[in-house]
Every structure is written in C-alpha cells, then in structure tokens.
C-alpha cells in the first residue's frame, strides 16, 4: 500500500497542456464527508466447530478533505483530475469492533446489487439478528488520500466550457484510487466470560486500505446565464485491499475483495466573471464488495491455527457522501500570448 500521493505527475499534467489549442480549468476544492464502513465476516450455518457466528468493525465517514482539482476541454470532449487529502489524521467519531453469535432467526444478506434479479439492496451490514458475546467502543482517526481521473464527451448542445450556455447528455467514465487508515483507541470492551469482563483496553487496532474504483455511466448539463446545473449516475466496479491490526492479540488479517457500487452527483454552479465560478457539489457513492482474508501472528493457539485456513470469507461495504465547495479559474493563454507578441514587436515610430 502506498500511503501518499505525489502531486508532481499532477501538475506536470496540467503545465503540459498548456501548449495545445484547448481551454485549461483549475480551481482549489474543500469537502466534507460522511457516512459508514463497514467490515464483516461470519457464518450463517455452523462450521466445522459447530458454531454459527461472526465479527463486524465499523469506521465512521465523518471527516474533511481539501484538494486541488485540472479539467482540459476540446470540442466535445472534457478530462478532469483531482487530488485530494486529510493532510493528516482526523477525528472521525466513534468506532466500533463486535463479536456475535448467530441463531435460526438472524439473517445474511451478502447480495447488494444483484445483477440477473435487477435488485438492490442499500445497507452497508449484511448479518441481522445477532448477539455480542463481545463489543469494543471507542474512538477512531482517519488519513485519506485520494486521486480521481475522469472523461466526458457531450452530445446536443451540452458544452464542456462551463462559460457556455447549452444543455444536453453526456457519456462519462473515470477511475478513483484512494488511501486512508483508520486507528481504533481508547476502547472500552465488553466480553461475555465468566465473570463477565468490562473495562479499558487502550489500543484496539489499525485498518489500512487500498482501494480502487473504475466507473461508467452519464448525465445531463444544463447551463444558461450566471447559473449552471450537472447531474451524474456512474455504476462502478472496484478492488479493495486491507490490512487489519489488532494490537491486543497481535495478529493481522489481510483481505482482497472485488464489488459493484455507484457514484452518483448533483452540481450546481455560479459564474461570478467570465473567467472564475464557484459550486457546490454533493455526492453519494457506494460499494460493496465480498472476498476473502487470511491471518498471520496472534498470541493464542485459535489464533496461531487461523494461520494454517487458507482463508475466511470478507465482506466490506461502504455508504457515503460528500458537501464539496469549490471555485473554478479559466486559465486565458490567448492573453499571455498577446502580451508576450508585444513585447516582441518594435515600437513604430510616431
């Protein structure tokens, strides 16, 4: 996993089409986001020990990121980027790692998004109906980083040139690669033994992800005066890999799971000069993913025998959103280069 994003390929990027014939659009961005993430595994039916249970870690979406986004339009056609952070850890709220059984009642619901049926299901949980034998609270940080890379093409008369008035559809596919580690801490855990056990444990555990999203789909620009409204829906595909920590019992899991999502946005923007806007944009993005996670280390001998499974089956599921403000700046090269031509030429005589 690669904990930072360089932001030199970025503006290299951007520096390099400032030599062709095309309109160049860059602007500082600021969001807010929330929502949940969710990590489960578990078994409906017993297992070759007889018991029917599983274990669930759920991360708040509570934090804020800022950035600096490039868009590129000609013609038709429009290419948008954005780098984004947390610049470090933030409070994200309160976090939470539980152990369940499961009875004849509870429910596993592991399909989402299910293709063949046309169904789905928005839910970042997938078992129902359980019973904690053991249940950590406490507080969670959050570091994300983030990269996005996407393309447009436009139909009617629908203009990349967010100056421009017009209205139409457009196509849109794009990829989003993101970082980010939460920290579990000052738990409070309860385990039902006997007696039962309930107090501070300090430290409960870091869970570091990779993720990486590919998506498809379209929408709908309208723009007209001082004002202009964008609308998207994207279904997408994506990769995630994580590596859970859990300090007390010094074991790690390790899982890679493939899932279907969305992402979907509505924008709208004002023009304040013929070359500076501002927007505000809300987004709504999940994922749901299934696949499987393996361990390694642990202090005790369940632990120590894990290491020898080939693996256990995952499940991380995401449901977010976003409030991102921001301001865009048409960069004027026709003008630099009229500048730089009379500076060139001689002054006439009079």
């Known amino acids: 996993m690669v904990p930072k994003i360089s932001k030199f390929p970025f503006l290299i990027f951007l520096l390099g ?7 160049v659009i860059w602007g500082p961005t600021i ?13 409906k039916y017993p297992n070759l020990s007889g018991i029917r249970g599983g274990s669930r870690i759920s991360f708040p979406r509570t934090f804020s990121l800022f950035g600096i986004q490039g868009i590129f339009t000609k013609d038709r056609i429009e290419i948008s980027g954005a780098l984004k952070t947390t610049g470090n850890y933030q409070k994200s709220g309160e ?3 539980e152990d369940f059984f499961l009875g004849s009642i509870s429910t596993e619901n592991t399909t989402n998004i299910a293709t063949r049926e046309w169904s789905y299901r928005d839910s970042a949980t997938v ?5 904690n034998f053991a249940d ?17 093409y436009y139909f009617q008369t629908a203009n990349p040139n967010y100056w421009a008035d017009g209205s139409g559809f457009f196509l849109s596919a ?3 690669y993101s970082y980010f580690k939460y920290l579990f801490y000052d738990v409070n855990q309860y385990v039902e ?18 993720l990486w999203e590919f998506f498809t789909g379209g929408g709908y620009r309208y723009s007209s005066g001082d004002f202009y409204l964008d609308l998207s829906f994207m279904p997408s595909f994506g990769r995630i890999k994580t590596r859970d920590f859990h300090v007390q019992r010094s074991i790690n899991f390790f899982s890679e799971n493939y899932g279907l999502g969305w992402a979907s946005k509505v924008e709208v923007g004002y023009k304040m000069t013929p070359t500076w806007l501002s927007y505000i944009r809300i987004n709504h993005r999940r994922f749901f993913s299934e696949g499987r996670f393996t361990s390694q280390g642990g202090l005790t001998t369940d632990d120590l025998a894990s290491n020898l499974v080939s693996g256990f089956k995952s499940h991380i599921n995401i449901k977010d959103y976003t409030i991102e403000i921001g301001a865009l700046n048409k960069l004027d090269w026709s003008k630099d280069e009229s500048e730089s031509s009379e500076k060139i030429l001689p002054k006439t005589p009079e």
């Open 174 to 176: 794009g990829v989003k």
């Open 95 to 97: 976090a939470r790692d």
């Open 17 to 23: 089409l400032s030599s062709v014939s095309a309109e």
């Open 193 to 210: 033994t006997t007696p039962v056990f309930y107090g501070p444990i300090g430290i409960g555990l870091s869970f570091s992800n990779d």
């Open 31 to 43: 969001e807010k986001s929330g929502g949940e993430y969710i990590f489960e595994t578990g078994n």
């Open 127 to 131: 078992y129902s109906g359980s019973r």
């Open 136 to 152: 950590g609270k406490g507080k969670s940080t959050v570091f994300e980083n983030r990269a996005e890379l996407y393309g447009r």
